[in-house]
C-alpha cells in the first residue's frame, strides 16, 4: 500500500551485510527485502508500512555504502540512499554489533550529524548477553556522541524500545506517526434493533457540511459502501443501503432476524461496530443477542446511545447512571465505550469519529514484553493464578502479545494439563491488562499456552 507523504519515514542506512533487510522485514512485518549472505543484495530502494503502538510509519530500506568497485548500478545504489536520507525524517545506522563500528561507520555518522538530521544508531545482530553489554559498555561504540541501541533483528529482541526512540524523536521535530485513519479507511458497520434511529444517525453523518461523502466506484461486490473522508481522514461506511432497507421490512419477526443476520455478515469485513440503542427504551432481548454476538466477534465497538433528547429531566449524573445501568444489562460490552448523541438534532455526531480513530489506535496497540513483563509480576502477586481441574495452583511462566486487531496474548503455564487454569483468572487478567493500557473499545484475547516437562527441557 502506497503511504501518503503526510506519513513520517525512518530511513535503514549503513554498511553492506549488516542486517539492514533483516531489520526492514522485521519493522514492517513482511519479507519484501531478500536477506541474503551476499554482499549488496539490496540495490533498489525499498519502502514499506511499520504499525507500533497504533501508529503508523514509513521505513525505507536501501543498499549497502560500502561498494568497492564503483559500477554504474553501485553509482545507482549510492544515490538511491543518499536521496533516501534527504527525504527521511529519522536515519536509522545500521551497525554489526559482532564486528563493531569500522572507519566507515564513524564517517557516515558524522556526515549525518552535520547534517542536522535526526539519527539513531542501532547495533544489530546482538543476540548474545555478552554483545549486548559490549554494546551498552564499549568506548568504542560511542559514535560522534551517539549510542547504539542493541537490537537482533532475527530475534526481533529490542526493536519495540527502537521504535519507542524513533517515535519520540519524530514528534520531537513535529512529524508525529500517522493515525491508522490517516494511512488506511477505517470500516465501520452502524448495528442495531429496528427503529432505534440507525438510518437517521446514518442521515446525520451523510448530511454533515464537513464530511466529503462519495460511494466507493469499481467495488461491485460491495456497492452499497461509502466514503467519508474528514480532512486527512478516511472512513468506509459499510452497507449503507443495506441499513435503509432493513428499515423498511415489515414482516412480523422478520425484522428481528434480519436484524441479527445482517450483523453476522457484516462483521466480517468491519472494522469498528457503532452498536445504536434507544435512550427512551428499556434494552430488549434482541440487543443482548447482538451485545453478546459483538463480544464474541473481533472488531471495535463503540455503544451509541440515540434519541437522547427525548430523555427528560436530564441532570449531571444522567449518564453516568444509564452507563450503569448499560454495563449490568450489558456486561459482555464493558470493554466499549458510551456516547449519548441525537440523530435528529446532528448533537455529538461528529464526535463519533474522533472517538472511531481512539478505537482503531487501540486495536492496534502493541504492548512490549518488558512492559508485560512487569504486569504479569504485578497481576499474579496481587492474585495467585485460579486452580481449574488440577490438583493444584497453576504456575504461570510468561505473557506475550502475539497479535493486534484485536490485540492476542500467549499466556505460558506449567502444567500437565490444557484445563488446569479457571478461565475466572482469564477474565481476571483482561480486566488487570485493561486498567493498566486501556485497549480502549478494543477485544482482548488471551490463549493459554501449556509447557509440559519435556518442552521446557528442549
Request: aromatic share 4%.
Amino acid at each position: 500500500m502506497a503511504l501518503p507523504s503526510s506519513v513520517p519515514s525512518l530511513a535503514l542506512v549503513g554498511r553492506t551485510n549488516v542486517g539492514k533487510s533483516t531489520l526492514f522485514n522485521r519493522l514492517t512485518e513482511s519479507h519484501k527485502a531478500i536477506v541474503s549472505d551476499v554482499a549488496g543484495t539490496t540495490r533498489d530502494r525499498l519502502e514499506g508500512e511499520c504499525l507500533w503502538r497504533g501508529k503508523v510509519v514509513k521505513v525505507i530500506d536501501t543498499g549497502g555504502l560500502d561498494v568497492e568497485q564503483v559500477s554504474v548500478i553501485e553509482k545507482d545504489v549510492i544515490r538511491q540512499a543518499e536521496k533516501a536520507m534527504k527525504m527521511a525524517d529519522v536515519i536509522l545506522v545500521v551497525l554489526d554489533a559482532k564486528v563493531g563500528p569500522l572507519p566507515q561507520d564513524r564517517e557516515l555518522v558524522t556526515r549525518l550529524r552535520q547534517s542536522g538530521k535526526e539519527v539513531l544508531l542501532v547495533a544489530n545482530k546482538a543476540e548474545g548477553v555478552s554483545t549486548v553489554n559490549d554494546v551498552l559498555n564499549g568506548k568504542d561504540w560511542r559514535l560522534s556522541g551517539y549510542l547504539p541501541h542493541p537490537v537482533s533483528a532475527v530475534k526481533g529482541t529490542g526493536s519495540g524500545d527502537l521504535l519507542d526512540e524513533a517515535y519520540k524523536l519524530l514528534e520531537k521535530i513535529d512529524r508525529p506517526p500517522a493515525e491508522i485513519s490517516q494511512v488506511k479507511p477505517v470500516r465501520v458497520a452502524v448495528i442495531g434493533q429496528p427503529n432505534v434511529g440507525k438510518s437517521s444517525l446514518l442521515n446525520s453523518i451523510l448530511g454533515e457540511e464537513r464530511f466529503i461523502v462519495s460511494p466507493i466506484a469499481h467495488t461491485t461486490r460491495d456497492p452499497n459502501d461509502v466514503m467519508v473522508e474528514i480532512g486527512d481522514r478516511s472512513y468506509v461506511l459499510v452497507d449503507t443501503a443495506g441499513m435503509r432497507k432493513a428499515h423498511k421490512m415489515r414482516e412480523k419477526g422478520g425484522l428481528e432476524r434480519a436484524s441479527v443476520e445482517r450483523a453476522r455478515k457484516l462483521l466480517n469485513r468491519t472494522d469498528i461496530v457503532l452498536f445504536v440503542l434507544d435512550a427512551s427504551e428499556p434494552i430488549a432481548a434482541q440487543e443482548r443477542t447482538l451485545a453478546g454476538m459483538l463480544s464474541e466477534a473481533k472488531v471495535g465497538v463503540i455503544v451509541v446511545v440515540n434519541k437522547w433528547d427525548l430523555v427528560a429531566d436530564k441532570t449531571p449524573s444522567t449518564t453516568a447512571e444509564y452507563t450503569r445501568m448499560l454495563h449490568r444489562q450489558l456486561p459482555f460490552l464493558a470493554w466499549a465505550p458510551v456516547v449519548f448523541v441525537s440523530a435528529k438534532t446532528a448533537k455529538r455526531v461528529s464526535e463519533l469519529f474522533d472517538l472511531i480513530d481512539q478505537v482503531e489506535t487501540h486495536r492496534h496497540m502493541t504492548v512490549t514484553e518488558e512492559e508485560l513483563s512487569a504486569f504479569l509480576t504485578m497481576a499474579t502477586r496481587r492474585h495467585l493464578p485460579a486452580r481449574g481441574k488440577g490438583p493444584s495452583h497453576p504456575k504461570v511462566l510468561g505473557l506475550v502479545q502475539t497479535d493486534v486487531a484485536p490485540p492476542t496474548f500467549h499466556l505460558t503455564i506449567k502444567s500437565k494439563q490444557t484445563d488446569v487454569l479457571h478461565p475466572s483468572y482469564l477474565r481476571y487478567l483482561e480486566n488487570r491488562l485493561r486498567e493498566h493500557f486501556d485497549f480502549l473499545g478494543s477485544p482482548i484475547e488471551i490463549r493459554v499456552k501449556v509447557a509440559t516437562a519435556v518442552s521446557l527441557r528442549k
